[in-house]
């Protein structure tokens, strides 16, 4: 499970923007960057896919480096959603959670329709 404390920052997310349509994806990968402004939405170190990003409350302070955080999700070319036959057919990367699970200040949920097969604790 993923805990928030993995992701400094996540009380100040006010909203949860998708660019793709999530109900076909079982997994995307949930990562946390830092920006130099609050409305930067763009992440500076995804290799693949944006398909979605937290936007931050108006009053979201910076960390004591002056930078914010803010969430984004992505996918790489050999995830399940673009090859379902591939190297994760079963299983997921370790950042990955099920995008229904994810909500504004919620870090998301490994869920078994992201793993593909049942959960084994």
Avoid at 7 to 15: A, K, V
Avoid at 26 to 35: A, E, G, L, P
Avoid at 74 to 92: C, N, S
């Amino acid at each position: 499970m993923v805990d928030k404390k993995d992701f400094p920052g996540i009380e100040d997310e006010l909203e949860i923007v998708w660019l793709m349509d999530i109900s076909k994806m079982d997994y995307v990968r949930q990562s946390m960057d830092m920006y130099c402004s609050r409305k930067n939405t763009k992440p500076k170190h995804v290799v693949g896919t944006l398909v979605g990003y937290a936007i931050l409350k108006p009053e979201t302070r910076t960390d004591d480096l002056h930078n914010y955080h803010r969430r984004f999700f992505w996918l790489k070319d050999h995830d399940r959603y673009y090859q379902p036959e591939g190297v994760y057919k079963t299983g997921a990367p370790l950042e990955a959670v099920d995008p229904r699970t994810v909500a504004p200040g919620e870090a998301g949920e490994l869920t078994e329709r992201a793993w593909g097969m049942p959960l084994t604790r």
